[in-house]
T-cell receptor
Framework: DGGITQSPKYLFRKEGQNVTLSCEQNLNHDAMYWYRQDPGQGLRLIYYSQIVNDFQKGDIAEGYSVSREKKESFPLTVTSAQKNPTAFYLC??????????????FGDGTRLSIL | KQEVTQIPAALSVPEGENLVLNCSFTDSAIYNLQWFRQDPGKGLTSLLLIQSSQREQTSGRLNASLDKSSGRSTLYIAASQPGDSATYLCAVKNAGGTSYGKLTFGQGTILTVHP
C-alpha cells in the first residue's frame, strides 16, 4: 500500500544532542512537509520541499534542519539549538505544492521527548 | 497573517445525535479549506476538501460548507457514532502573498460520542 512511513514512533533526546526523524513516502509525491504539533494547538509548519534538492523554511524553522536528496525521503534533524523540542512531529506530502486542490497525506508521527 | 479558530474546543454528545463543528478564518484569500480527522497518537486523515469556488462537499454522513466571504466553514456529522470520536481539524490553503500554498491549521475540536 502507498503511504508515508515515519520512524521512530518515539524518540528521546539528551541535552546537547542532535536527533534525526525519518520520513519516507512511496506515493511518488513531489512535495513534502514537516509539521510540529503541541497539545491543544494546531499544526505549525517547520520546513517544506517542493522538489528534490530544494526546501524552504516554514513558520518555525529555527533549531531544525532538513535535506531532500531523494524524492521519497525528507529527514528532519532537531538540533541542540531547539530549546523546546518536546512535541509530536508529523510529515506530510502532496503530488505537487502551491496552487493545487490535492489533500495532504500524513504519516503517523514521531513523538519526541527530552531525557 | 491568517488565523484559524475552531469552536468548540471539545464536544461530548450521545450516540445518534447530529452535530456541527465550526471553523473561522481571518483572511478570505484562500485557495481551499480542508477538514481532517486525527485519532490519538496518529497522523491526520483528510475527510473533505472544499475549493474556494465551491459552497459544500459531502461524503457519507459528513457535510462541509464554506462561506468564504464571511470566513466560516462548518462540518456537519449526521447520526453520530462512537467511532466518530476523534479530534477534527480544519485547515485553509492560503492564496497569494508570503503564505502562498501553505496550510494554516485550527487548534482542533475534540469530539467524544458516547453510547
Amino acid at each position: 500500500d502507498g503511504g508515508i512511513t515515519q520512524s521512530p514512533k518515539y524518540l528521546f533526546r539528551k541535552e546537547g544532542q542532535n536527533v534525526t526523524l525519518s520520513c519516507e513516502q512511496n506515493l511518488n509525491h513531489d512535495a513534502m512537509y514537516w509539521y510540529r504539533q503541541d497539545p491543544g494547538q494546531g499544526l505549525r509548519l517547520i520546513y517544506y520541499s517542493q522538489i528534490v534538492n530544494d526546501f524552504q523554511k516554514g513558520d518555525i524553522a529555527e533549531g531544525y534542519s532538513v535535506s531532500r536528496e531523494k524524492k521519497e525521503s525528507f529527514p528532519l534533524t532537531v538540533t541542540s539549538a531547539q530549546k523546546n523540542p518536546t512535541a509530536f512531529y508529523l510529515c506530510a506530502s502532496t503530488p505537487t505544492q502551491g496552487y493545487s486542490n490535492q489533500p495532504q497525506h500524513f504519516g503517523d508521527g514521531t513523538r519526541l521527548s527530552i531525557l | 497573517k491568517q488565523e484559524v479558530t475552531q469552536i468548540p474546543a471539545a464536544l461530548s454528545v450521545p450516540e445518534g445525535e447530529n452535530l456541527v463543528l465550526n471553523c473561522s478564518f481571518t483572511d478570505s484569500a484562500i485557495y481551499n479549506l480542508q477538514w481532517f480527522r486525527q485519532d490519538p497518537g496518529k497522523g491526520l486523515t483528510s475527510l473533505l476538501l472544499i475549493q474556494s469556488s465551491q459552497r459544500e462537499q459531502t461524503s457519507g454522513r459528513l457535510n462541509a460548507s464554506l462561506d468564504k466571504s464571511s470566513g466560516r466553514s462548518t462540518l456537519y456529522i449526521a447520526a453520530s457514532q462512537p467511532g466518530d470520536s476523534a479530534t477534527y481539524l480544519c485547515a485553509v490553503k492560503n492564496a497569494g502573498g508570503t503564505s502562498y500554498g501553505k496550510l494554516t491549521f485550527g487548534q482542533g475540536t475534540i469530539l467524544t460520542v458516547h453510547p
